[in-house]
Structure formats: structure tokens, C-alpha cells
């Protein structure tokens, strides 16, 4: 069973009520150094990238770039179309397995379609149709064009709403072709962000969290155990109230914990969100998730996560 890491490199990242520009634009010899840095001696280490449909926007700017030395990219097809119109997408998936397959070790198709808000998919109508087809053509075109191991998934993020029906509908909208063309499904969660905790029940939420993603979200999809989970996104953010020494204690903790339910749940890859600030001198939370400061100075936890990328990358 293989262990990845990952981490989302660019400056610009959604908020909950819309995009956060970065003070400082995205500086590619910095980042490249900085992924180079974190990868070690890891066999692996994977680039998430964002692009949508049907603008066509790439988000960090030409993410191809840093898909080097054994670096690949975990890249995330958006449906943006405002009135939730399927005209072209499956056409938008396909071409681009075929254009950059070659440099892909993860697709997700769609983008926290469970999430009604602004920047993500679960705001556009059509959603879970979109997901179904988009995972079906893009694992079709993979095989067709001999990307065996390129893994197609989708994402989510953890619900607390008992009327929820997203698991349950997209249950009844997946055939058996989806279920054949799905690798994996991916969580974004971050805990003691949103909902703060207390210090001693981090890992117990870590574990909470991750236990009912697979025994409860997934079984009412009717997708089994076998499975694989990959944590798309989890970061802790610094800034005003929030301490660096305590997010280079979080990532520790956090990290720690996935891995440690890997076997048990079958997990396989965990991304952090994110390289950088946006600003560090911004006003909200949103503005502090990187490892390093907008001006690509570390905090402590660059060199936690470095670390335990080192230790914890289990290859094929």
C-alpha cells in the first residue's frame, strides 16, 4: 500500500465568500525550491493545481512547471458553468487527460461538490451529474490512452448535517460504470479551524472525522471499503491569535494521526493546504494557511512537514 504527500504551492485560494488574491504573486524559482526542499529524498511528491471549466483558468499559473524531478500533479477539474450546462464538459475532461496525462498521478473531478459555497462546485447546479460523467470519461480516456495508473476520485468535505442527501443522491445516480472508473474519494477537512478544539482532542477528531467519512458518507454512496481515501486538503492557518509554534504543532499531530489510520481505512495519500500565505499581514484566517510567509520565509512547520515526508512516504 502506498503513502503519498502533497501540498497546493500558488498564492490564490477561496474563502468562504469568495476568491483571496495574494499580496505577492506566485514566484516559481521560490516554489520550485521550496517543493524541491520538501520533497527530500521522497521518491514522490505531488502538485495540486486547480482548472476550470469552462473558463479554462489554471490555478498556481502554468502548474506544469513544477512537475519535475519526480514531482507530479494532483490536478482538480472545477464545473463553473453558473447554470450548471454539461454542454462540453466530458469533451473538457477528456481533452485534458489526453494533453497532460503524461504529467498526472491524480485527477479529481469537481471540487468540494457537497459545499454550497461561492468558490466551489457544490454551488453550481447539476453538480453530482457532472461528477458521475466527468469520472467516468476521465478514467475511460486514461485507459484509452494507456494512463493505467493515473487515479481518477473525486473530493468532499465532512457534513454534520443529519438532512444532508448529497451521499445518498449521488448513491442513486452512480451505475456500475462509476463505480469501475472510481479510485479514490478525497476529504478536505480542517480541524480546530472552523470549530476550534481543545489541544488534547485534535487527534481524537482526526480519528472521528475520518471513521465516519469511510463507515458512514461512503456506505451511503454504496462506495466500499476498498476504496482508497486521500486527504485532498488540511492545513492549520497562523496569523493573529494563532501561533506558528502551534501550527508546526498541529501538522505534526495531524499528520501523525492520518497515517497512523492508513491501513485501518485505507488512506493513501494526504495534500496540505498550503505553501504560502496570501498575506501575512492579512486580517482573516484565510489569509495565513502556507508554511512559509508571503514573502517565502518558513514558519516552523515547513520543516516539520519536510520531515515527516521523509518518514512516512510509503512507495509503490
Given at each position: 500500500m502506498?503513502?503519498?504527500?502533497?501540498?497546493?504551492?500558488?498564492?490564490?485560494?477561496?474563502?468562504?465568500?469568495?476568491?483571496?488574491?495574494?499580496?505577492?504573486p506566485?514566484?516559481p524559482?521560490?516554489?520550485?525550491?521550496?517543493?524541491c526542499?520538501?520533497?527530500?529524498?521522497?521518491?514522490?511528491?505531488?502538485?495540486?493545481?486547480?482548472?476550470?471549466?469552462?473558463?479554462?483558468?489554471?490555478?498556481?499559473?502554468?502548474?506544469?512547471?513544477?512537475?519535475t524531478?519526480?514531482?507530479?500533479?494532483?490536478?482538480?477539474?472545477q464545473?463553473?458553468?453558473?447554470?450548471?450546462?454539461?454542454?462540453?464538459?466530458?469533451?473538457?475532461?477528456?481533452?485534458?487527460?489526453?494533453?497532460?496525462?503524461?504529467?498526472?498521478?491524480v485527477?479529481?473531478?469537481?471540487?468540494?461538490?457537497?459545499?454550497?459555497?461561492?468558490?466551489?462546485?457544490?454551488?453550481?447546479?447539476?453538480?453530482?451529474?457532472?461528477?458521475?460523467?466527468?469520472?467516468?470519461?476521465?478514467?475511460?480516456?486514461?485507459?484509452?490512452?494507456?494512463?493505467g495508473?493515473?487515479?481518477?476520485?473525486?473530493?468532499?468535505?465532512?457534513?454534520?448535517?443529519?438532512?444532508?442527501?448529497?451521499?445518498?443522491?449521488?448513491?442513486?445516480?452512480?451505475?456500475?460504470?462509476?463505480?469501475?472508473?472510481?479510485?479514490?474519494?478525497?476529504?478536505?477537512?480542517f480541524?480546530?479551524?472552523?470549530?476550534?478544539?481543545?489541544?488534547?482532542?485534535?487527534?481524537?477528531?482526526?480519528?472521528?472525522?475520518?471513521?465516519?467519512?469511510?463507515?458512514?458518507a461512503?456506505?451511503?454512496?454504496?462506495?466500499?471499503?476498498?476504496?482508497?481515501?486521500r486527504?485532498?486538503?488540511?492545513?492549520?492557518?497562523?496569523?493573529?491569535?494563532?501561533?506558528?509554534?502551534?501550527?508546526?504543532?498541529?501538522?505534526?499531530?495531524?499528520?501523525?494521526?492520518?497515517?497512523?489510520?492508513?491501513?485501518?481505512?485505507?488512506?493513501?495519500?494526504?495534500?496540505?493546504?498550503?505553501?504560502?500565505?496570501?498575506?501575512?499581514?492579512?486580517?482573516?484566517?484565510?489569509?495565513?494557511?502556507?508554511?512559509?510567509?508571503?514573502?517565502?520565509?518558513?514558519?516552523?512547520?515547513?520543516?516539520?512537514?519536510?520531515?515527516?515526508?521523509?518518514?512516512?512516504?510509503?512507495?509503490?
Amino acid at each position: 500500500m502506498t503513502f503519498t504527500f502533497g501540498i497546493y504551492p500558488g498564492g490564490l485560494l477561496g474563502s468562504d465568500t469568495g476568491l483571496t488574491e495574494p499580496v505577492r504573486p506566485d514566484d516559481p524559482a521560490l516554489i520550485t525550491a521550496a517543493l524541491c526542499e520538501l520533497q527530500g529524498s521522497a521518491p514522490a511528491l505531488l502538485v495540486r493545481a486547480y482548472r476550470s471549466h469552462p473558463a479554462g483558468a489554471h490555478t498556481p499559473e502554468r502548474p506544469e512547471q513544477y512537475a519535475t524531478e519526480g514531482r507530479k500533479l494532483d490536478l482538480v477539474l472545477q464545473f463553473r458553468h453558473p447554470d450548471g450546462k454539461l454542454d462540453g464538459w466530458t469533451d473538457f475532461v477528456r481533452r485534458t487527460v489526453r494533453a497532460e496525462g503524461h504529467r498526472l498521478a491524480v485527477l479529481q473531478i469537481c471540487e468540494e461538490p457537497n459545499l454550497d459555497l461561492p468558490p466551489v462546485d457544490g454551488s453550481i447546479p447539476n453538480v453530482r451529474r457532472a461528477l458521475v460523467e466527468g469520472v467516468i470519461a476521465a478514467k475511460e480516456e486514461a485507459l484509452a490512452c494507456g494512463y493505467g495508473d493515473l487515479a481518477v476520485g473525486f473530493n468532499a468535505v465532512p457534513s454534520f448535517d443529519p438532512a444532508d442527501t448529497f451521499w445518498t443522491d449521488l448513491g442513486q445516480l452512480a451505475d456500475e460504470r462509476f463505480h469501475r472508473a472510481l479510485d479514490y474519494v478525497g476529504l478536505d477537512f480542517f480541524p480546530d479551524v472552523f470549530r476550534p478544539l481543545q489541544s488534547d482532542q485534535l487527534a481524537d477528531a482526526v480519528r472521528a472525522v475520518l471513521t465516519g467519512f469511510r463507515r458512514d458518507a461512503l456506505a451511503a454512496a454504496g462506495i466500499g471499503p476498498a476504496v482508497p481515501i486521500r486527504i485532498c486538503e488540511n492545513g492549520w492557518p497562523t496569523g493573529p491569535g494563532r501561533d506558528e509554534v502551534r501550527q508546526a504543532e498541529v501538522v505534526e499531530e495531524v499528520v501523525r494521526t492520518v497515517a497512523g489510520l492508513a491501513a485501518e481505512l485505507a488512506v493513501t495519500g494526504y495534500a496540505f493546504f498550503a505553501l504560502r500565505d496570501a498575506d501575512s499581514a492579512g486580517a482573516t484566517l484565510f489569509h495565513h494557511f502556507g508554511l512559509l510567509r508571503d514573502d517565502y520565509s518558513r514558519k516552523p512547520a515547513f520543516d516539520v512537514y519536510r520531515r515527516l515526508i521523509g518518514e512516512l512516504t510509503i512507495a509503490d
